[in-house]
């Protein structure tokens, strides 16, 4: 009796999903498209166009999106880390090969969980791609449905490509992301749209980390307009600009007036949400693209370390560059610096602060004025503290290595939450 109750209930679902998959074929509405195909195969399920912008998304539960699905549906656009991974790691071309399916292994370090892709094609030429949160593996019925529907969502988004392919924007995109093969064609492309490659040039992004400032971007976008600054502003949370000028003294005195300028424009509230980040000047065309990454590296950095200051370039990351790689590393080899420890476990057993101490005086260079400033203590207190903390951890400060060691370590415990627990919980061990 049971056995026939199952059979007739997988049956009726058999039949629903076969009546769904007819409707899709006779739908040209994208966004009802997506929410059948999300109920067929009652996976999230997210649609962007070739700018990796979103078009339209659906879910039979909202709780199924991931983080990153969820930052794409509140900033129009996926993050442009995840874009360049995805490039990075070839997935971009994989798409653009291949007609069927492709399931992607999870990127822990971006928080990127195993999904399914599909590139939506129409005559052979990629117009979108639609992403599936696979939070279990879709079976072969299921995987035959994307495989089908492909086309069809491809032709659609070819009959219905709002965007014009010759706008200034359209252009920029295209450069910052190396889709022209030859500099011929793209000459070719900025000279139907009006617009000189500057002689030397540096690619700035003026980023956004809350979504509900998204305001800041229009803002920003009128006085790139006033100062006749191309822009590329998508549907995400970034603005991208290009600075250009006859000299690399001139853009890098132009990109710091800039920084000034836009940065005034900001409240304090608007301050804490926003960073600014440039590349490197140069010259060459095909450096443009150079440029972007490096600008991009630098928001991305001071995302992840979350970082006071509003702007930066990339010749000012530095050390900075590498915290990220250190901290990734660290946490696998579950290294830890034992001098730092041990100034940890005398903070914990005498209620001191030698850590915070050593932190201000190598942030500041180990001068004692300055550090005593900033610690509002007395100088005579912050020498005493110094002594303690080279008999306690046994502490060098004339050794070179040991200071940029050290530095870089506490870069991490003060600007990455996580790693200062991989410390602590090091710590309570050794303190019980």
């Not at 000012?316 to 790689?325: Q, S, T, V």
């Not at 007395?378 to 002594?387: D, E, F, G, Q």
């Amino acid at each position: 009796m049971y056995n026939r109750h199952k059979e007739r209930t997988l049956n009726r679902l058999g039949e629903k999903k076969m009546a769904i998959r007819e409707q899709i074929f006779q739908l040209t509405d994208v966004h009802e498209i997506v929410e059948h195909i999300s109920e067929a195969i009652q996976k999230s399920i997210i649609l962007e166009n070739l700018d990796f912008e979103l078009i339209a998304y659906s879910s039979p539960d909202v709780l199924l999106f991931d983080s990153i699905q969820q930052s794409t549906i509140l900033t129009k656009r996926c993050p442009l880390f995840v874009i360049e991974r995805l490039k990075k790691e070839g997935i971009v071309e994989q798409i653009k090969r291949k007609s069927e399916p492709i399931r992607l292994q999870p990127m822990e370090d971006i928080q990127f969980t195993q999904r399914v892709v599909v590139g939506l094609k129409h005559n052979g030429k990629l117009h979108g791609c639609l992403w599936i949160y696979e939070t279990e593996q879709l079976n072969e019925e299921e995987w035959s449905l994307l495989t089908d529907v492909a086309p069809h969502l491809g032709k659609i988004l070819f009959h219905e490509t709002k965007r014009e392919e010759t706008n200034l924007q359209s252009v920029l995109w295209k450069i910052l992301n190396d889709e022209y093969a030859t500099e011929s064609e793209l000459y070719d492309a900025t000279n139907y749209v009006s617009y000189t490659i500057p002689s030397h040039f540096s690619v700035l992004i003026a980023s956004v980390k809350d979504p509900n400032y998204i305001s800041i971007l229009t803002t920003m976008k009128h006085k790139m307009m006033e100062d006749n600054i191309a822009y590329y502003l998508g549907s995400g949370t970034e603005i991208i600009g290009i600075i250009g000028g006859k000299s690399i003294n001139e853009v890098t005195d132009l990109l710091a007036t800039y920084k000034n300028k836009l940065e005034a424009t900001l409240t304090d509230d608007e301050r804490k949400v926003t960073f600014i980040g440039s590349g490197n000047v140069y010259s060459d065309v095909q450096n443009i693209r150079k440029s972007y990454l490096e600008a991009l590296e630098v928001i991305e950095m001071m995302f992840f370390l979350n970082v006071e200051q509003v702007s930066c370039s990339y010749q000012e990351l530095g050390i900075y560059r590498y915290i990220k790689l250190m901290y990734e590393k660290n946490i696998n080899d579950e290294y830890y610096n034992e001098k730092i420890v041990q100034l940890m476990l005398n903070d914990k057993r005498n209620n001191s602060e030698l850590v915070k101490t050593l932190w201000f005086y190598l942030k500041n260079n180990c001068r004692t004025g300055m550090t005593a400033q900033e610690l509002f203590i007395h100088p005579n207190t912050l020498t005493y503290r110094i002594k303690q903390i080279e008999e306690i951890a046994n502490i060098n400060f004339d050794d070179a290595h040991e200071r940029v060691e050290l530095y870089s370590q506490l870069i991490a415990l003060y600007h990455i939450p996580n790693y200062y627990k991989h410390y602590e919980r090091h710590v309570n061990r050794d303190y019980t």
